[in-house]
């Protein structure tokens, strides 16, 4: 799935984009939680499909 790159501010370890400033939608974030992107690793095999979505969640909870 290719998606263009909406702004994010930069912060957190090795210049990661924060999520919560993100404008990504829950599918983008539970893509990049699931598979990694630049700084942040792969959490595919720590997390089930289920957990990676709560997590997905919790972070656009986090926008509010």
Known sequence: R???RPKAVLA???GAADLRL???DSVVIADIIRDGRNAMPP???ELSPGEIK???S???ALRQ
């Open 12 to 14: 957190g370890v090795a």
């Open 22 to 24: 993100s404008e990504y």
């Open 43 to 45: 959490f595919k095999s």
């Open 58 to 60: 919790y972070v656009q």
């Open 2 to 4: 290719v998606v263009s």
């Open 54 to 56: 709560q997590v997905a």
